[in-house]
């Protein structure tokens, strides 16, 4: 069974870190487009970064550039979001998804999605 488990999520203040993990149980992470999505209350999920099979590629949205950083770790079967200079905008579940093309980091390319983690930026 195919499954993905994102974790690391929590509560930060503005302005602090946080660094998201996506770990994959029953396949091989490097095969596979991984993108992370956000969601916030009452809003639609949107996406907020993706990385190629090769990790040569990477997507931004525009609202996180230049704060968050998207890895790949392949020996641990991992992918990571590093997430800087957090904003009470940034709070939302956030998942990880795997796709098997690298495209537009839009959900309907995606079709393996993790449980969520939440994130939530407040003072």
């Known amino acids: 069974q195919l499954q993905l488990v994102e974790s690391g999520g929590g509560l930060v203040q503005p302005g602090g870190s946080l660094k998201l993990s996506c770990a994959a149980s029953g396949f091989t992470l490097n095969r596979y487009t991984i993108g992370w999505f956000r969601q916030a209350p009452g809003k639609e999920r949107e996406g907020v970064s993706c990385i190629s099979s090769s990790g040569g590629s990477h997507y931004y949205a525009d609202s996180v550039k230049g704060r968050f950083t998207i890895s790949r770790d392949s020996a641990k079967n991992t992918v990571y979001l590093q997430m800087n200079s957090l904003k009470p905008e940034d709070t939302a579940v956030y998942y990880c998804?795997?796709?098997?093309?690298?495209?537009?980091?839009?959900?309907?390319?995606?079709?393996?999605w993790g449980q969520g983690t939440q994130v939530t930026v407040s003072s």
């Open positions: 998804a795997a796709s098997t093309i690298w495209g537009l980091c839009v959900i309907p390319e995606y079709s393996v």
